[in-house]
């Protein structure tokens, strides 16, 4: 496997389910993010990772909760959402400190909340 | 608060040249980035202006003002597999980059 990977590329759940969505890089990266993408928006920057610790929260509703294990995993957990929820969640990476703006994308998760 | 502003959709002929505008308000500025995005795929990113001036790498160029927060993307020999939507980025003064809405460009035989 090359680059980022994201698994599952498609979700349906309901509003009160718990589910999870994994990102994976294999570049050697150090900073990791979690972005939402809703149609016709900017993307929304959710939560970053520099060197496992969290360093951005972007006022992200406390049903996302992240976690980095370690600098080359990223899982994003997902409670109780609301059908506003629904949009494509990806995952980047980059070097870290020195190069923070050039991302490298996963395919994303099409989530839909039902 | 923080804005970027570019066209939402533009339509150009194969084998033109064809111009994306960019404008920005920041909380400071420390590069401004374009992504190419297909339509369901992943932002690729295309290229980074961080001083005033032109970059160019093939058929693609970018321009930077800093004075004047301004930005464009320059495509060459437009060809049907260009066909995306283009997303202008800048990173702030905490290194975090804010986006644009992106550009849908159209190419038309």
């Known amino acids: 496997e090359t680059g980022v990977t994201q698994t599952p590329r498609h979700l349906v759940m309901g509003m009160t389910n718990k589910k999870s969505l994994k990102c994976e890089q294999h570049?050697?990266?150090?900073?990791m993010y979690w972005y939402k993408q809703s149609a016709k928006k900017p993307l929304e920057l959710m939560f970053v990772?520099?060197?496992?610790?969290?360093?951005e929260n972007n006022s992200v509703p406390s049903r996302f909760s992240p976690e980095c294990p370690n600098s080359s995993h990223l899982f994003l957990h997902l409670h109780t959402l609301q059908p506003e929820d629904s949009a494509l969640y990806l995952c980047?990476?980059?070097?870290?400190?020195?190069?923070?703006?050039?991302?490298?994308f996963g395919p994303g998760t099409r989530l839909l909340v039902l | 608060g923080q804005n970027i502003d570019q066209p939402t959709e533009m339509t150009a002929t194969e084998g033109a040249i064809v111009q994306i505008n960019c404008t920005y308000q920041t909380s400071g500025f420390n590069g401004l980035f374009w992504y190419q995005q297909h339509a369901g795929e992943a932002p690729t990113f295309l290229s980074y202006?961080?001083l005033d001036g032109l970059e160019e790498k093939g058929r693609f160029s970018s321009f930077l003002s800093r004075s004047k927060g301004y930005s464009y993307l320059l495509l060459k020999e437009l060809q049907m597999k260009d066909s995306a939507s283009y997303l202008c980025?800048?990173?702030?003064?905490?290194?975090?980059?804010?986006w644009g809405a992106g550009t849908k460009l159209i190419i038309k035989p």
């Open positions: 202006n961080v």
């Open positions: 990772y520099n060197f496992k610790e969290q360093t």
């Open positions: 570049l050697g990266h150090n900073a």
């Open positions: 980047a990476s980059s070097q870290g400190e020195g190069d923070l703006g050039t991302q490298y």
């Open positions: 980025a800048v990173l702030d003064s905490n290194y975090q980059l804010i």
